[in-house]
């Protein structure tokens, strides 16, 4: 039991229950330690600097404090701004959710042009279209800022959500077409939008456009983790009899437990407060 | 000119730029510096202590170093949860946003029952009730998280926003009915509302219920300034030709800048980066 590997996963919110819950699905038998860095968030308003000094803390905490032997990035703010900071912070092998998205959108498309939905915050940081790029892949990204609030307002199976969805996709399409891009595939980049993915794809299989491949960033993040931390021979030594959970936020623990639940897909239990300090 | 009245507003954020309009329209030969904490935002999910400290730096600011003779907190939480250590912090009369309200409202009701919408964070902190039953009145208040996204979405005047509005509506007088509440009054207790107030009063005017009077506490707080400074006889001096306005933030002043003018009713002009440390 000594030996069970930990994976730290760092979010500034609990949107990344969600890749919490996919590499839970992937590494069954590891033991996750999870902070949520809530009392500082949103990272999207806040400059380079003021993210990685945040990022790196809690970086810092789940390696030093709770032995995490890897780290997985959850937030596609920290991963676009601090990635390169949080990997000079601590010496465990760093994934971010970005790189999985756009390497995931490579296998999956034939045209080479790529959607991409996101928060305001990830589409003025452009860093999918960057890491598309890096890829050989053409990307479009589209800012959705009312996605987060409605998943959040539990409202993830309503008319009114779908209806905003449906607005998007065809702003997204038009935009695209535009642009005579021909896109057959769309990378779900934040990780509040895989509880919206059945609306998603409901939307997307209404038009009379070409079929759509939907990436789930977590999903591809999960999957790059287990490549990467089971290329290493971690995951499979001193495995754990069933998964263990541990959640730490920095504020509102309240709404973390609420809420937590439906991004994790099963109970979080008990939240404990962290103070990494103002 | 040296002797014209300098009232400082101050928000977490650019939505009491509403209570500065309403504040210029009362006060137009008036100086006003105003005060965005948009690094530190959203304030609604920090402890007592922290907005508490977030808010008193920037009032020291406002009056130490802009010569603010008055303070305006254009900020539902950090009128709640930090307008006594405010006092406490300067040495001007200060002025929050929800007693104000709260005295509109009793001036309003006729039954004595009043509904109030506010963010999650507003209603949680119970101060429109407190402040409502100091006043002798009932309040019911009821949370609408997806209002401030669809007012920063720029959808004020849109069919997503008046089904929101219609839903959110509806639930407040279903659950006012089962209290055996007969509210005659809707305050609008959060700083972005007053952008929504045609959309809430076609969706209020649907219902077979009693007519509903709606109270703009931005609105509302303007008067009550001109009652506290201009009963103090300081807006009287030396008056500026016309309305001078200064605008900080503390960060995002590019999303200020773009959103600001549909608050503020006018352009915000150039918006200036303020350090107030992290």
Known sequence: MKNAPTIGVFDSGFGGLTVLRALTERMPRA??????????????SK???????????????????????????ACNTASALALDAIKDAVSVPVLGVIEPGAQAARAASQTGDVLVMATDATVQSHAYAAACGAQGLRAMEKACPLLVPL?????????????????YVNEMRAEAQARG????T?????????????????????????????????????EAAVRLFDGQGRT?????????IRC???????????????????????????????
Request: hydrophobic letters at 45%; glycine letters at 10%.
């Open 31 to 44: 033991r996750f330690v999870f902070v949520g860095d809530t009392a500082r968030l949103p990272y999207g």
């Open 47 to 73: 400059s380079r600097r003021t993210v990685a000094r945040y990022a790196a803390e809690s970086a810092q905490f789940l390696v030093r404090e709770q032995g995490a032997q890897f780290l997985v990035i």
């Open 151 to 167: 998943v959040e307002e539990g409202w993830t199976e309503h008319a009114v959500t779908e209806e905003v969805v449906r607005i």
């Open 181 to 184: 891009m021909d896109a057959d």
């Open 186 to 222: 769309l990378v779900l980049g934040c990780t509040h939008y895989p509880l919206l993915r059945p609306v998603i794809e409901r939307v997307l299989a209404e038009g009379a456009g070409r079929a759509m491949r939907v990436i789930d960033s977590a999903e591809s993040t999960a």
């Open 236 to 244: 499979r030594e001193g495995a754990v009899a069933q998964t263990e």
């Open 248 to 278: 730490f936020a920095t504020d509102s623990v309240e709404k973390f437990e609420r809420l937590g639940s439906k991004f994790l897909g099963r109970p979080v239990g008990k939240v404990d407060l962290l103070d990494l300090g103002g």
